[in-house]
């Protein structure tokens, strides 16, 4: 079964994260937590993912001195690179079950628009 | 791996605080994992510096490695996963595309790559006529193992105090998300309202288990069933069915009951069910058993653990 994590099992696994920072990431939508409807306790579920990206949060803003503004902007970047990764790694495999002479003449053409 | 964690910093041990933030902060941009997403020895370079600036930042626990007290592994951290580990995961919440539309000619997916760039970009900054999708909404529901396996409708209460109605498709397994079209938030200048997301978890079944669409079943029988065989009832998720144990059965066999198992959509063959025999001994051994049991003994040498004495000593 899938293991999500409470706010206060975040709240105690990363040190240095206060509550008022964590509901400031949730706010902002930087972490987009799940919200409980199966009728248990009300509150924000964590999946390894989001808190996987709150930690990553937590080390920008400490280690780099990123405020709230600067951290957006690292954040949509880095969520703009790895879109794009998805997309070349996707065209990677379409371009790997063609024929040799396909893939020849789709290198060739990378290497030609590159100048 | 333990350096010293001057080294790790490139500094040496006259260093002042100030110079092992400023050190440790560069050394972060140019190994952080998560910035650097294509580089394989990132993480173990980061795990090093994070490690050596723990141990340094504090002028306390610094006096005391400089005075060798503490040694430079200090407190091992735990295992961590970066996001960098989820970010291409095919689920990933935070790529907000919805896949190419359409396909077919490449060109056009890449047309569509474009698009959907510069669409991001305009609605950003798009002035008059300003019109975007609401927010997506995202929920966790933890489903019944029946409700999952067979289908079925939940009722969930949204925390705006509004009840929804979920339908379970026939199935549904854990981590899978279902996506209610328009459940979201409202939408803005006339936008279209954004969907509910919700990501269910399947709760455990104390009898049933499943792998994909077989479910498992650890089935009891008596030492007499397996002996000499039987025809005995056994549950599956549509209800108890009977089932023959064949004479001479022994505990671990499985036996398989065809289409027993989760059924797929689109009328495709369904799963099985596999039942795991166990014997179980009888709850009160009488006297007639172990007399018989006695006898038995004296004319049945078997060690069904030979082989397995044998091919523990190879």
Redesign the interface.
């Known amino acids: 079964m899938t293991r999500h994590l409470t706010e206060d099992e975040v709240l105690a696994a990363i040190p240095g994260l206060t509550r008022t920072r964590l509901v400031a990431f949730i706010e902002t939508e930087m972490v987009l937590p799940l919200r409980r409807v199966d009728g248990g306790a009300p509150g924000h579920l964590f999946r390894q993912v989001d808190f996987a990206r709150v930690q990553l949060l937590c080390d920008l803003s400490d280690d780099l001195d990123l405020d709230e503004p600067a951290l957006g902007v690292v954040l949509a970047l880095l969520d703009q690179l790895h879109a794009t990764r998805q997309d070349l790694l996707a065209v990677t495999r379409a371009v790997q079950v063609e024929s040799p002479e396909v893939r020849a003449r789709i290198g060739a053409a990378i290497i030609g628009s590159r100048g | 791996m333990t350096t010293d964690p001057y080294e790790a910093l490139g500094l040496t041990k006259s260093a002042t605080q100030d110079e092992i933030k400023k050190a440790?902060?560069k050394l972060?941009?140019t190994s952080?994992p998560?910035?650097h997403?294509d580089d394989a020895g990132a993480e173990a370079r980061f795990k090093a510096i994070a490690a050596a600036h723990d141990l340094l930042k504090d002028p306390e626990t610094r006096a005391r490695f400089d005075a060798g007290e503490i040694d430079a592994s200090g407190a091992e951290r735990p295992q961590?996963?970066?996001?960098?580990?989820?970010?291409?995961?095919a689920g990933?919440?935070?790529?907000q595309?919805r896949g190419f539309e359409g396909r077919g000619d490449?060109a056009d997916?890449f047309a569509e790559?474009l698009r959907q760039r510069t669409q991001q970009g305009r609605d950003d900054f798009g002035g008059g006529g300003f019109a975007a999708p609401g927010?997506d909404?995202?929920?966790?529901?933890?489903v019944p193992f029946l409700d999952a396996a067979r289908g079925g409708e939940?009722r969930?209460?949204?925390?705006d105090g509004a009840s929804l109605a979920v339908r379970i498709p026939q199935g549904a397994h854990?981590?899978q998300t279902l996506r209610l079209r328009g459940k979201g938030g409202p939408g803005f200048g006339g936008g279209p309202s954004g969907d509910a997301l919700?990501?269910l978890?399947?709760?455990?079944h104390p009898v049933f288990r499943r792998d994909g669409n077989d479910i498992l079943v650890t089935l009891p029988i008596t030492i007499d069933e397996a002996v000499l065989g039987a025809k005995v009832t056994a549950p599956t998720i549509t209800g108890p069915v009977n089932l023959t144990i064949p004479a001479g059965a022994t505990s671990g066999r499985v036996l398989r009951l065809r289409g027993r198992g989760v059924a797929r959509s689109g009328g495709k063959t369904a799963g099985d069910q596999l039942v795991e025999l166990k014997i179980v001994a009888p709850p009160v051994i009488d006297d007639a058993l172990r007399d018989f049991l006695t006898e038995w003994r004296k004319t049945h040498a078997d060690d069904p653990r030979a082989d397995l004495l044998n091919e523990a000593l190879s």
Do not use: K
């Open positions: 440790y902060r972060v941009r952080h998560d910035l997403p961590r996963q970066y996001y960098r580990d989820f970010a291409e995961d990933n919440p935070y790529q595309r490449p997916i790559i927010p909404f995202r929920y966790a529901l933890e939940m969930i209460t949204l925390p854990d981590g919700i990501s978890s399947v709760r455990p």
